[in-house]
């Protein structure tokens, strides 16, 4: 079957895989890819779309963790940069450096002679995938960058880079890189129960939740990657299972960038609470993040309250005070889950550890824990490790190839050569800069789609640049099944838009809709 169709309950029904993963997350994407490009037989099933818990809620970086040097986690930073620097190259779309600012102010919990040291340690670290070193700026230099800066108790500062990406678009292409590899997707496909066969689990039992029915997926392996799910699958294999994880909560809000005024990325210490956290450009936008509070006892339910929008508020006025934010300029928010280790319940939320561990279950289930969007990478790499020696010789399943092929769109490094026929296409620069962004090097497919129906080149909404062709590859090419995977995955129209993109949806559906009767 072609890689991007969704594979229905025959498919899975009618082939027996090597291995099949549970959860759609980027951890879960990142172990079906690896293991289809090793010869592996992969399905991997998602209760809903393709990176719509965690994945698609974070804080948007690719980053090695300047503040884990605080902690002492060395080798965590050193292997998140150097995943910084390889996924800048396998997708350089959706992956791009960020310049950052770190301001240093009188009474800061992390003083800057201490600042200063880290980043010297933090280029160290990144040696050649370094993005660029940092510089150290006096007072002046740095409000010469940002000069709407709190210039109260500004003492100097430091400019360096890491990376920021369209989180829910790279867990995407990873899904789809898996695909391509020849695995099964099935996204809406949850799982109801394990399938136990001698004692050990040898598959599931499925639920299409779009089109309803079920059948039993059979599998030699099965891989748990739910994320802040996890602890609830391995109760399936084990009801009596302790749970591994410690879930916690970060929160983000979106405001009109004009409204904060910051030309870079800033990172800094929240007054209320000396915690880390981020100012962040995106397009027109400025988004701040992130809270780092215990989860909800249910997963689905995490969102941004009002505690945690005022403590966003408050933290970002006291860096830049002349904005004055207030609620009435919140135009999105949303939350994710972290799904962090499991640590001694005094320990503050924000020092839990970002490492992951893999679980094997009584039944056999392996389960991985923890872990964060930058690492999924080695993560994915060592658990399919395991799966090969668990699967022993057949198939043939030799070392990882995850760290040399390009993800979907990321075949050129240079992007600008895409630009031009967007333009002859009589589509707006500021348009086509956005389709380049988001699609890479399989932009020319939707400038084809453009020449194949004229009124695809239409915008979705009066105030984004996403145009309906978007909405045709979304259905033929990236597994997208309802209009909010659309509005909330493909384009991000609902975080982008003062009305959660509303005014897009009719349009969205007849779109989907059409798609659906071709298909």
Not at 70 to 83: A, D, F, I, W
Not at 152 to 174: E, N
Not at 375 to 385: K, L
Not at 401 to 413: D, I
């Amino acid at each position: 079957m072609t890689p991007w169709v969704r594979a229905s309950l025959q498919d899975l029904d009618t082939v027996r895989s090597d291995l099949l993963v549970i959860g759609g997350g980027i951890t879960g994407a990142g172990i079906a890819r690896d293991a289809a490009l090793r010869g592996i037989r992969v399905a991997l099933v998602e209760a809903r779309d393709f990176g719509s818990g965690t994945s698609s809620r974070s804080s948007r970086l690719i980053h090695g963790g300047l503040r884990y040097l605080e902690q002492g986690r060395l080798h965590l930073v050193l292997e998140s940069l150097r995943e910084r620097a390889l996924l800048l190259r396998l997708a350089p779309h959706l992956v791009r450096p960020l310049p950052f600012v770190l301001p240093f102010f009188r009474g800061d919990r992390v003083p800057g002679w201490k600042a200063r040291l880290g980043l010297i340690l933090y280029d160290l670290l990144a040696g050649r995938g370094n993005v660029r070193r940092h510089q150290t700026l006096g007072k002046r230099g740095l409000l010469e960058i940002e000069p709407l800066l709190r210039e109260r108790g500004l003492t100097g500062g430091a400019l360096y880079h890491d990376a920021q990406c369209d989180d829910a678009r790279l867990t995407l292409a990873v899904a789809r890189a898996a695909g391509s590899a020849g695995a099964l997707l099935a996204n809406y496909t949850r799982v109801l129960a394990l399938r136990i066969e001698g004692g050990r689990v040898a598959g599931a039992r499925v639920r299409d939740e779009l089109a309803g029915g079920e059948t039993e997926i059979r599998a030699r392996v099965v891989v748990n990657a739910t994320g802040p799910w996890c602890d609830a699958i391995r109760q399936l294999e084990d009801p009596a299972a302790v749970p591994v994880l410690r879930p916690t909560k970060g929160a983000h809000l979106v405001v009109p960038r004009s409204r904060v005024g910051n030309r870079h990325a800033i990172i800094f210490t929240s007054p209320l609470d000396g915690r880390v956290m981020f100012i962040l450009p995106w397009e027109a936008w400025t988004y701040i993040g992130t809270t780092d509070t215990d989860a909800p006892p249910v997963p689905e339910r995490a969102a941004a309250d009002q505690a945690d929008i005022l403590y966003l508020l408050r933290s970002a006025n006291a860096v830049f005070p002349a904005a004055r934010l207030s609620e009435e300029d919140v135009v999105a928010t949303w939350a994710g889950l972290r799904p962090l280790l499991a640590a001694d319940p005094t320990v503050p939320a924000s020092r839990i550890s970002r490492e992951h561990r893999i679980v094997a279950g009584p039944a056999g289930m392996l389960t991985i824990a923890g872990g964060k969007l930058t690492t999924f990478r080695p993560m994915a790499r060592e658990v399919v490790d395991q799966v090969a020696r668990l699967l022993g010789s057949r198939p043939a399943a030799g070392r990882s190839l995850s760290a040399s092929v390009p993800l979907p769109g990321g075949e050129a490094r240079v992007l600008d050569t895409f630009r031009n026929p967007g333009l002859e296409l009589g589509l707006p620069e500021a348009t086509v800069d956005y389709l380049v962004r988001q699609y890479g090097a399989e932009v020319p497919a939707l400038y084809a789609l453009c020449r194949q129906q004229v009124e695809l080149k239409d915008p979705l909404h009066p105030d984004h640049a996403a145009i309906g062709a978007q909405v045709v590859f979304a259905v033929q090419r990236e597994l997208a099944c309802t209009a909010e995977d659309v509005l909330e995955r493909r384009t991000r129209l609902a975080l982008e838009t003062r009305d959660r993109g509303a005014a897009a949806r009719a349009g969205v559906e007849r779109l989907l809709s059409a798609e659906r009767r071709l298909s």
